[in-house]
């Protein structure tokens, strides 16, 4: 039996995984299917099983989850997020949990690190007014306030929770630094000889000043950093603050113990005041230096997906709409479909829709990394975000909102940002036994001192333990592969190349082969008429052009729609077509005026029997040999004519294949057009090979030849013929003025719609995985190297030791050093 449940509680991928797993592991369950979108789990079971079994089960895994009978969920209206929040959306750098996000800021409950906020177009509000005698007074547009009259004044957006939490922890970090300042100078004046201090107070005093100004510092500056030490180990989630907060938590209550009871330590630990040599300094230096890393990571951090925030400063706020022949200018968000919206000289388009009225171009630059504005008319296409030229223009409203393409790419980006690359499962394996290891190393360096080590051992002992504990750095790790990955998918948005998941940024650095298509890939997929050629006195020209007309009236192919249209250009009249069907790779076919008519390719004649004379052959192979796609028109079972239609040969196509064979990918042209004209095509445009009528499972079996040979293999298509293929291949490319079928299957879509977007594909592919690389090598060079010199394996060959204090500075640095280098990426040339 199957039961469907209402399962609360998730909110991402890796939920939706996490209840599924949990469900699965109940007694007597066969399957579990859970669906995010729906908030619903369709659960087999041998026999009924009470849903308390399931909640238990739920309970017992976290709680965070929580299971109903779809008769006691009663949907609740969503409530608008606040704007304090910014988007409402969390996640963490270095997606410990997948592709989870938190609905309010905080830190990882896995690794510690700050919760980075996600820039969408909910977090682009659209401005308000208010009015400076009264705050609470928050209006859409201009005008007086209600209570004392005054004119309202546009509010200043609240600072997203990014901004807040830098700010939050650039407070904390001039606490910590003002008073960790006076204890490091006190702690460093024993190397002056006759310390002047010691004129004032005798030093056990000084400890006791030391101590006092050390509790702002541990107690609010840097008490998150011993707040998630103890998380960490009480959900056994180790991370680097459980290696913080023991090595400065050992410093500090060492400090203490010893001020408080110093007669219990052994005289090797004392001064020759008999004062316990206290580390309070040790302890604050450290924590404020690591408060200071966090700090610039913060900042680091913001800079990572600036991407998104430029594209989200495109997205315009206000819209004129035309209503009754008047203009009005109205909100963004209360534009909907069908709107006729009037878009001036200059400013920003307001959402997807189409020309109905005027000229002019458009700067796409902002979405298709091109330069050079697009020239627009009547019908043709627009979208949210681009700038409109120096003439005024008409359109309508075809998507609002969430279904724009600038909302699409700034979604894609968000959810490609928070992907996992598979190389990234390395750099997790080592992660996992990081943090044990270190606590391990850190217990044999104060045995291997305690016993081995000059005198003072015990001392030489604490302090090298506790820098190996500080120095090690597993966060540096953990953000080698995301930094780049958020980088890299950015400045794809940027350039026109939309990245589904980081995973595609990975394979595209291994493909070998790429498949593509030729109508709409290799040409301007806008077929033109070129010519009726026809063999028969019984009808005229003009009937024959009836006849085909009007049978293609009924289909939406490209290539019907350009003899329709030509039809129309010549007042040619559609006449009724009964019995339509459209013959999938083959043609169409149709009666008209009590004749049945065929229309299509060599394929649909054999199929229907209709004879072809060697004349007719020898005139379609030249039309054909001249590049055109031919059908034969045949009335009756007899063939009269056949039409040549032609598709213009993309000016960028020569230029970017050559590019791809240059980077040793083999390209294979796989079209359902005829061999001469697919020859003809290849043999211009220099193709390692190329296959001619192919229909959509052609191309699939294909693939899988391919793939079975040991290739990686890519396909680029933009019809829902290339669908199958472009899931079935290693790596799905989406021309994306294509079909939102073939969109939807691949995992990178080109915006612009043409070959060079795969070079630049190619080149950002191989950019990110060069910096992942670079990362993933100086985090372990510097963990390898820096752990060891903090365990003092160079004091027996050059006397050299390493403070904590400079442990905890190179500790602080190297995070920040990941996310500069990924940063890089920024300025990388992808063209």
């Not at 498949?515 to 009808?539: C, H, M, N, R, V």
């Amino acid at each position: 039996m199957k039961h469907t449940y209402h399962i609360h509680g998730m909110s991402c991928n890796g939920c939706r995984n996490h209840v599924e797993q949990t469900l699965s592991k109940v007694d007597g369950v066969n399957a579990v299917e859970v669906n995010l979108e729906k908030a619903e789990a369709v659960i087999e079971m041998e026999e009924h099983i009470p849903i308390e079994r399931f909640q238990e089960a739920l309970q017992n895994d976290g709680g965070g989850y929580s299971i109903h009978t779809n008769a006691d969920h009663k949907p609740k209206e969503k409530k608008k997020k606040p704007s304090l929040n910014g988007s409402g959306t969390f996640y963490c750098p270095m997606h410990c949990e997948d592709d989870k996000t938190y609905d309010k800021p905080g830190d990882c409950p896995v690794c510690g690190m700050d919760l980075v906020e996600e820039h969408n177009t909910s977090s682009s509000s659209t401005q308000q007014w208010t009015c400076p005698m009264h705050p609470e007074v928050v209006e859409d547009g201009p005008g007086s306030c209600p209570k004392c009259g005054m004119d309202l004044v546009p509010k200043e957006p609240e600072a997203s929770a990014e901004e807040r939490a830098y700010k939050k922890l650039l407070a904390k970090f001039w606490v910590a630094l003002s008073f960790t300042l006076p204890i490091f100078l006190i702690a460093m004046s024993d190397m002056i000889p006759n310390n002047p201090l010691y004129e004032l107070m005798v030093p056990q005093y000084w400890n006791w000043v030391q101590f006092v100004l050390s509790l702002p510092v541990v107690l609010y500056a840097t008490w998150m950093f011993f707040q998630r030490a103890y998380r960490s180990t009480k959900t056994w989630n180790l991370n680097m603050f459980t290696l913080i907060g023991i090595g400065a938590g050992v410093a500090f209550v060492f400090s203490v113990f010893g001020l408080l009871f110093p007669s219990f330590f052994p005289d090797q630990f004392k001064g020759g005041t008999g004062a316990v040599h206290v580390y309070f300094e040790a302890a604050t230096v450290i924590l404020t230096l690591v408060l200071l890393g966090q700090l610039l990571e913060a900042r680091a951090h913001s800079k990572t997906n600036n991407a998104v925030k430029e594209l989200l400063k495109l997205a315009p706020n206000k819209a004129v709409q035309v209503v009754d022949g008047e203009e009005v200018e109205v909100s963004i968000d209360d534009i909907e479909l069908g709107d006729i919206l009037r878009v001036k000289p200059g400013d920003k388009i307001p959402v997807d829709g189409i020309i109905t009225e005027g000229e002019t171009s458009v700067d796409e630059s902002m979405i298709t990394g091109e330069p050079i504005p697009v020239e627009k008319g009547v019908e043709d296409k627009v979208s949210s975000g681009t700038i409109n030229g120096n003439r005024s223009f008409l359109m309508r409203a075809e998507k609002v909102g969430s279904d724009t393409l600038l909302s699409q790419i700034i979604n894609m980006v968000n959810e490609a940002s928070r992907s996992r690359a598979p190389i990234q499962n390395l750099a997790d394996k080592v992660s996992a036994y990081f943090v044990p290891t270190v606590v391990i190393i850190s217990m044999l360096t104060f045995g291997v001192w305690a016993i081995w080590g000059p005198q003072p051992a015990y001392v030489y002992a604490l302090i090298n333990a506790i820098a190996v504990l500080i120095i090690a750095c597993p966060c540096a790790l953990g953000l080698a592969t995301p930094m780049s990955v958020m980088v890299g998918v950015g400045k794809g948005a940027q350039n026109g190349v939309l990245i589904k998941n980081a995973e595609a940024l990975e394979k595209m650095a291994d493909v070998d082969t790429l498949i593509i298509d030729k109508t709409g890939t290799i040409t301007e997929g806008k077929p033109t008429f070129d010519k009726l050629e026809t063999f028969t006195e019984a009808y005229s020209e003009e009937d024959l052009l009836q006849y085909l007309i009007s049978v293609n009236a009924n289909s939406e192919h490209p290539l019907a729609q350009a003899t329709v249209k030509y039809g129309k250009e010549k007042n040619i009249k559609i006449l009724k077509t009964e019995s339509f069907n459209a013959v999938t790779g083959m043609g169409v076919e149709g009666k008209v005026k009590d004749s049945e008519i065929h229309l299509g390719n060599i394929k649909l004649m054999e199929k229907t029997n209709v004879e072809i004379s060697d004349q007719i052959r020898h005139r379609v192979k030249k039309a054909q040999e001249r590049g055109k796609t031919v059908s034969y028109l045949a009335i009756d079972g007899e063939c009269h004519a056949f039409v040549s239609i032609g598709d213009k040969i993309k000016e960028t196509s020569s230029k970017a294949i050559k590019a791809i064979q240059d980077k040793g990918i083999s390209v294979i042209m796989l079209t359902g057009d005829n061999a001469t004209t697919a020859k003809a095509v290849a043999g211009e445009l220099h193709l390692d090979d190329f296959k001619a009528e192919t229909l959509p499972e052609d191309k699939m079996k294909e693939v899988e030849r391919l793939q079975s040979e040991g290739k990686v293999v890519a396909m680029a298509g933009d019809g829902i013929n290339d669908a199958p293929a472009l899931a079935k291949s290693d790596l799905g490319i989406a021309m994306g003025t294509g079909t939102d079928v073939a969109i939807e299957s691949a995992m990178i879509t080109l915006v612009k719609g043409d070959l060079h977007g795969i070079v630049k594909a190619r080149n950002l592919s191989e950019a990110v995985m060069k910096n992942i690389k670079q990362n993933l090598f100086f985090a372990l060079i510097y963990n390898t190297i820096g752990v060891p010199v903090a365990a003092g394996v160079l004091y027996p060959f050059f006397g050299v030791l390493l403070s904590p204090m400079i442990a905890a500075l190179a500790m602080s640095f190297s995070s920040v050093s990941v996310i500069a280098n990924a940063l890089r990426l920024r300025t990388k040339s992808i063209d």
